[in-house]
């Protein structure tokens, strides 16, 4: 067990590709896109890499002649590694006040990657009156700092409580899956 905990967090380059793998552990990467999407040098990527396929973490296959590696779902540590990573890049609270300070907002829910919940359509839906562009480069800045997509929505109030009165599917489907987290909600 030590030498899978030291196999996992002795290397910078090593956290970066955890946090990547663990952000959508159905994904497959090989290593030049490795190191595209990490801003990493490619050999320091090949090592790395063969190092977390060492201790059980990825798995590769060669398709296409290239060699893709992705997570093997049966390591012992995956979920209190996925809860980790989770846990080190949401602060709910930075986020929140941060997408406050864009205008006045009703509601945030978080779901999706920010919470483990793999069957949400949305990864943070936001209710109020923001500027698209601030918000959007709000969004560009976290999926470089996490490298992964975020899918969101943003809406107005108007649009959210037309929605909501006539129990729009979406809608509904946010604000009432107990999975979720809502983390500001002034829509009462």
Same mark, same amino acid.
């Given at each position: 067990?030590?030498?899978?905990? #030291?196999? /996992?967090?002795?290397?910078?380059?090593?956290?970066?590709?955890?946090?990547? %793998?663990?952000?959508?552990?159905?994904?497959?990467? %090989?290593?030049?896109?490795?190191?595209?999407?990490?801003?990493?040098?490619?050999?320091?990527?090949?090592?790395?890499?063969?190092? $977390?396929?060492?201790?059980?973490?990825?798995?590769? +296959?060669?398709?296409? +002649? !290239? #060699?893709?590696? &992705?997570?093997?779902? !049966? &390591?012992? $540590?995956?979920?209190?590694?996925?809860?980790?990573?989770? !846990?080190?890049?949401?602060?709910?609270? *930075?986020?929140? !006040?941060?997408? =406050? =300070?864009?205008?006045?907002?009703?509601?945030?829910?978080?779901?999706?990657? &920010?919470?483990?919940?793999?069957?949400?359509?949305?990864?943070? &839906?936001?209710?109020?009156?923001?500027?698209?562009?601030?918000?959007?480069? %709000?969004?560009?800045? $976290? *999926?470089?700092?996490?490298?992964?997509?975020? +899918?969101?929505? /943003?809406? =107005?109030?108007?649009?959210? *409580?037309? +929605?909501?009165?006539?129990?729009? #599917?979406?809608?509904?489907?946010?604000?009432?899956?107990?999975?979720? /987290?809502?983390?500001?909600?002034?829509?009462?």
């Amino acid at each position: 067990m030590q030498n899978i905990l #030291k196999g /996992l967090l002795s290397s910078n380059t090593r956290v970066k590709l955890i946090v990547l %793998f663990m952000s959508d552990i159905n994904k497959e990467f %090989f290593v030049r896109e490795l190191t595209r999407v990490l801003d990493e040098q490619i050999n320091s990527i090949r090592r790395e890499v063969e190092n $977390l396929k060492e201790i059980s973490l990825l798995k590769s +296959r060669v398709r296409n +002649r !290239k #060699k893709y590696y &992705f997570v093997n779902k !049966k &390591f012992i $540590l995956l979920n209190e590694l996925q809860s980790m990573v989770i !846990k080190s890049r949401t602060n709910e609270e *930075e986020m929140v !006040k941060s997408i =406050k =300070k864009m205008g006045d907002v009703d509601l945030i829910v978080l779901s999706g990657r &920010f919470i483990n919940h793999e069957d949400s359509s949305v990864d943070l &839906f936001v209710v109020g009156d923001i500027g698209k562009e601030d918000f959007a480069s %709000f969004i560009r800045d $976290l *999926e470089k700092r996490d490298s992964c997509e975020i +899918r969101y929505t /943003l809406m =107005k109030r108007d649009d959210f *409580e037309y +929605r909501r009165n006539y129990n729009d #599917k979406f809608v509904t489907g946010i604000i009432s899956d107990p999975q979720n /987290l809502v983390v500001l909600d002034s829509t009462n």
